[in-house]
């Protein structure tokens, strides 16, 4: 009968409901991380701005001008912070 009681004061408390979701709202969150992770570990990164440390974005590709003939490529990358926007290369194996 008293747990009968504490159950029915607690189901008149607003902020009761929000916690009673919670686990569900976990298990969601922990699941949409869980597929974020997956897919940002699968998308190679450019790297981060040495002046900056925004995001990096390649902006054009070719064929290394030293070691092309062995596969490497030089890539142009840009800053996407945009108060930065700094240009870099960086020579990459194929």
Known sequence: MINLDIMKALEAL??????????????ALERRLA????SA??????GTCKFCHGPLRVIDERPDPIFGNLGH????LKCQNPSCGKTTTKRVED
């Open 14 to 27: 607003p902020i009761w409901k929000r916690l009673s979701g919670l686990p569900d709202r976990v298990d």
């Open 35 to 38: 597929a974020l992770e997956a």
């Open 41 to 46: 570990s699968a998308t190679p990164s450019s």
């Open 73 to 76: 490529k030089q890539l142009t």
